[in-house]
């Protein structure tokens, strides 16, 4: 957040979904010139539910396998994969075996389960494009 331009990506789409939620609170802001934690407000305000999404799968030409990690479905709605990643870094896949879909990172279990909640977050706010965020992030592409 010590970029200015991530504070402006950050801000810029809670401010309208603020506007219509809660102007009193938005001209508050507008009036002490204050703006909250908007990363916090958009991880308080986000419903995550978890539900199966497809299990990860093997592609015997490419020798690749893929799964969906979760996907951002609204600014405040966020579908974790049941069968993905998040509860599962390292499934036994049928063709391919016991396969790890940490990108390569080196997270453990949970430090991977925080990357997707904020990599949805990412998608969330609008910072890695608009609709982006519509499609299931698919492992190991992501
Ligand atoms: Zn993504």
Known sequence: M?????KELFNRPYLS?????????LAEMEL??????????YLNATQ???????ATT???????VSVTGAQTVAY??????????FSNL????PGAGVTTLDL??????????AFILLHELGHQVGLFGPGRGQQPDKLPAF
Do not use: K, M
Not at 76 to 85: K, M, Q, R, T
């Open 32 to 41: 002490y010139n204050d703006f909250p934690n908007v990363g916090l407000e």
């Open 104 to 113: 390569g990172t080196g997270l453990n279990q949970t430090e991977f389960a």
């Open 58 to 64: 093997y592609n015997q030409n490419t020798h690749t």
């Open 48 to 54: 995550y539910r978890v539900l199966s999404l497809g």
């Open 17 to 25: 979904w603020l506007a219509q939620e809660d102007p009193i609170a």
């Open 76 to 85: 405040n709605s966020v579908f974790i994969n049941s069968e993905g990643p």
């Open 90 to 93: 390292t499934p036994n896949v």
């Open 2 to 6: 010590a970029d200015p331009r991530c």
